[in-house]
């Protein structure tokens, strides 16, 4: 005994459970909250300050990344979660301590550490 062949009106197994289910179109490449919009300045930020420390000033690069990590956790603490994109993680708290936390540790990192001789 064989299987009976799939019609065209029967989808094939799985289909349907991807974007097209959900309402979305396959082409789509641009943030659909403005959380998301703005996890992409701060992405940019961070960017700006690992560059930074590439070319040799590490403290300023660190505080461009601290800095960057603080607003995040301000945009988090003002955004509700439908909004906040991929800013938000778990509860907003936790993502607003764990991100002002961190980039509160590297700005103290960055003024506390002498400088070396070369």
């Not at 799985?14 to 979305?24: F, H, I, R, V």
């Not at 403290?59 to 003002?78: D, H, K, N, P, Q």
């Not at 764990?98 to 980039?103: D, E, F």
Request: proline letters at 7%; hydrophobic letters at 50%.
């Amino acid at each position: 005994m064989s299987e009976p062949e799939p019609t065209e009106a029967s989808p094939p197994a799985g289909a349907g459970a991807g974007a097209e289910a959900n309402g979305e179109t396959e082409g789509r490449r641009y943030p659909s909250t403005i959380g998301g919009m703005f996890y992409l300045v701060v992405l940019a930020g961070t960017a700006v300050g690992i560059g930074i420390v590439w070319t040799g000033n590490w403290r300023l690069g660190t505080e461009w990344m601290a800095g960057s990590l603080i607003f995040a956790a301000l945009l988090r603490l003002v955004l509700p979660r439908k909004d906040a994109g991929m800013l938000a993680v778990r509860n907003r708290v936790f993502d607003c301590l764990l991100l002002a936390g961190v980039g509160g540790i590297l700005i103290f990192l960055a003024v506390t550490i002498p400088n070396q001789p070369v």
